[in-house]
């Protein structure tokens, strides 16, 4: 039987589960690691990244975009803390992320050891499912606990400490072996219960007003074909969270666009106020999506909860109907269960007429903006001449701040998939540009579009160099306003436009990224401002445009609430 060290069995076993790229920082602890890397003919592609946070962005958009699970790994002491933020979004997003940090030595511990922390402890409350090993033998068996646990039932994000005497310590050949399907998600889908699915069915048929709201796990589940399906049986409107955008084309007549504080806007409020019924469709219905659980008002509509998770089932509303499996075998089984009973489209009513009616007036709301040629330059126009000059395959990768509610209200995603992304789990700033990395590695034949304020922009601006250093085509818009805009915002409607401490100086993004290497435009003119995008989005190389724009806190966002 023959032995081989441990990090070279976890780089086996990395590449067992069809993992192609791992984005990462280096550190002493995790020297073996590397040396296994380099020495080993694996497959995998290292992405070094020039912080622990923006790996573990960048492994999250990376598994958005390729359905894959996303691998970041950092050191020990700072590198550990530095990656959980994005281990953290992931997980609550639902996202698989397996982040590997390095320790220091099992034969070490207690000893006042340089980067000693309890990694275990520390991770725990905040992933899935999480394990320091304290022995090498064990690494097979962990990774493939660590796939199976995120890629099943609810995703979510795993991490992996691994002491530096571990990595060097033998480990049994005969075990190194993994199911590939793990390596994808959803790996293992669940149905839902026959008799849940005639119930909500019979609810649904009796319906004369459905609605569905559709979050994050319908385009995690792939369930787009069958939502459409469904939706066109019953003539029944489509909306969607943030994250839930991409469930349907938002050009199909039943599509309403996003809905809730952040992104929605009156028109899209008024098809949710007129249902009857509402299936929250991999949708948690929490404050943002239901504008602090308002829209549906309790009470009025009967409600149908279908998730994966079934802890989130009836946290927020009374059910009528429950619902727990994966959303494309549920969505699946209602469309069956429907067509079983004799629903045909077109013996019901559609609401397609309401859904055009909201649309239009959102729409000419928003181009009367778009078209302005007031300075400094509107968001609505930054939206508006993307969507002119994009491709429909393209994706958008948005910071959570002024970026985040134009986008989603207003950019018409053509097609059903994931195109749209951005961090809402947790909202932290810095979460675009890295990103995107992992989104064009994860998507390479797309462009992809890395939108973000100012202030993201110096969360995160180190991460221009990986990007020239890959020549990764990518287009980076800033929106400069010089502030925290969404503070801004919430400290003008709640706290008497007190403004402390959200102001800052202006600072010439485009010399900044110029400097980096990439190919830049500073447009303060609006008219100048499509030509500019255009150019950018055909370079063949990385590219930023820096976009002198409105603040948040005196344009017309379709926010609702600042504080959700």
């Known amino acids: 039987m023959k032995d081989v060290p441990g990090a070279e069995a976890l780089v086996r ?97 207690g000893r006042y050891t340089l980067t000693e922390l309890d990694q275990e402890s520390l991770f725990r409350p905040l992933t899935k499912w999480n394990k320091v090993l304290d022995r090498s033998a064990d690494i097979p068996r962990v990774l493939r606990t660590a796939f199976a646990q995120m890629s099943s039932g609810k995703p979510g994000a795993a ?24 390596g994808r998600f ?22 004369e007003r459905p609605l569905f709201i559709c979050g994050g796990g319908v385009v995690i589940s792939g369930a787009e074909r069958e939502l459409q399906a469904l939706a066109e049986r019953l003539g029944a409107p489509v909306a969607t969270t943030i994250s839930g955008q991409g469930s349907i084309s938002e050009e199909h007549p039943l599509a309403v666009g996003v809905v809730g504080s952040n992104g929605g806007t009156p028109q899209t409020r008024s098809v949710v106020e007129q249902a009857d019924l509402v299936v929250f469709a991999g949708c948690r219905a929490g404050s943002v999506t239901t504008e602090r659980w308002r829209y549906p008002a309790p009470g009025k509509a009967k409600v149908v909860h279908l998730d994966v998770d079934p802890g989130v089932i009836g946290a927020n509303y009374r059910v009528d109907g429950v619902l727990v499996g994966d959303a494309r075998l ?75 509610p134009y986008f989603s209200a207003f950019y018409v995603g053509q097609r059903a998939g994931r195109h749209f992304i951005s961090n809402r789990a947790h909202g932290a700033l810095g979460y675009s540009l890295s990103g995107a990395v992992g989104a064009q590695f994860g998507r390479p034949g797309a462009k992809c579009v890395s939108v973000m304020g100012d202030g993201s922009f110096g969360f995160t601006g180190g991460e221009l160099e990986t990007v020239v250093r890959h020549k990764l085509p990518i287009t980076f818009v800033v929106l400069s306003n010089s502030s925290y805009g969404w503070i801004k915002a919430g400290q003008k409607a709640g ?70």
């Open 495 to 564: 706290f008497g436009a007190r403004y402390f401490s959200v102001d800052f100086d202006r600072t010439d993004h485009a010399k900044v990224a110029e400097a980096y290497g990439l190919k830049v435009w500073r447009v303060e003119d609006p008219a100048k401002l499509r030509p500019a995008l255009k150019a950018a989005v055909e370079h063949g190389g990385p590219t930023l445009v820096d976009v002198i724009s409105q603040p948040l806190h005196e344009a017309r966002a379709p926010v609702s609430e600042w504080v959700a």
């Open 13 to 109: 076993m990395l590449a067992l589960h069809g993992v192609e790229h791992v984005f990462g920082l280096c550190g002493d602890t995790s020297l073996p690691f590397y040396d296994a890397l380099y020495r080993l003919e694996h497959g995998i592609k290292h992405v070094l990244c020039r912080d622990e946070r923006s790996a573990a962005y960048m492994a999250d958009c990376y598994a958005r975009v390729s359905g894959k699970v996303g691998v970041c790994e950092g050191p020990s002491g700072g590198g550990a803390t530095y990656i959980l933020p994005g281990l953290v979004e992931a997980n609550e997003s639902s996202i698989p992320v397996l982040a590997v940090t390095s320790d220091i030595s099992v034969s070490s511990r």
């Open 186 to 207: 959803p790996s293992r889908r669940v149905g839902p219960d026959p008799e849940a699915v005639t119930r909500a069915a019979r609810l649904l048929i009796e319906a």
């Open 159 to 182: 991490h992996i400490g691994l002491p530096f005497d571990v990595q060097t310590g033998p480990v049994s050949e005969d075990d190194l072996w993994a199911d590939a399907e793990s």
């Open 330 to 404: 549920a969505l699946a089984a209602l469309n069956a269960e429907c067509e079983a009973r004799g629903v045909r489209p077109e013996h019901r009513g559609s609401q397609a007429e309401l859904v055009a009616k909201a649309k239009l007036e959102k729409f000419a709301r928003f181009r009367a903006l778009a078209e302005s040629l007031e300075t400094p330059i509107r968001p609505e126009r930054v939206v508006a001449d993307l969507q002119g000059v994009l491709a429909a395959d393209a994706v958008i990768v948005a910071d959570p701040g002024t970026p985040c």
